[in-house]
């Protein structure tokens, strides 16, 4: 098995940002759906790109239902392809509690 290669491409991730993500209380389908944002937003060189949930369970090998509650948890706007970032000022983020696991 081959290894992976830094020039076949990486996701570059500031640990700051790191750091406060492990801080917050998420769920394995929550990260999933952070780290699907970060792939192809951070891993590509954009500050944002359309995502369906479907896309993202589908990235993440998650059930779709999983994926709708996480995106619902973790942003205001909804939407079937939403426009989706990572808010870098991690002082203004805070999760929807209301949200049921």
């Given at each position: 098995?081959?290894?992976?290669?830094y020039?076949?491409?990486?996701?570059?991730?500031?640990n700051?940002?790191?750091?406060?993500?492990?801080?917050?209380?998420?769920?394995?389908?929550?990260?999933?759906?952070?780290?699907?944002?970060?792939?192809?937003t951070?891993?590509?060189?954009?500050?944002?790109?359309?995502?369906?949930?479907?896309?993202?369970?589908?990235?993440?090998?998650?059930?779709?239902?999983?994926?709708?509650?996480?995106?619902?948890?973790?942003?205001?706007?909804?939407?079937?392809?939403?426009?989706?970032?990572?808010?870098?000022?991690?002082?203004?983020?805070?999760?929807?509690?209301?949200?049921?696991?």
């Amino acid at each position: 098995m081959k290894k992976p290669e830094y020039r076949k491409g990486y996701t570059n991730i500031s640990n700051d940002l790191m750091d406060n993500i492990c801080k917050l209380p998420l769920n394995g389908t929550d990260i999933k759906v952070i780290l699907c944002i970060f792939r192809y937003t951070a891993g590509v060189g954009r500050k944002s790109c359309k995502l369906s949930g479907s896309s993202i369970a589908k990235w993440g090998n998650c059930d779709l239902r999983a994926v709708k509650r996480a995106l619902k948890k973790l942003q205001e706007k909804k939407g079937k392809a939403a426009e989706i970032m990572i808010n870098k000022d991690y002082k203004q983020w805070s999760i929807n509690k209301d949200i049921q696991e």
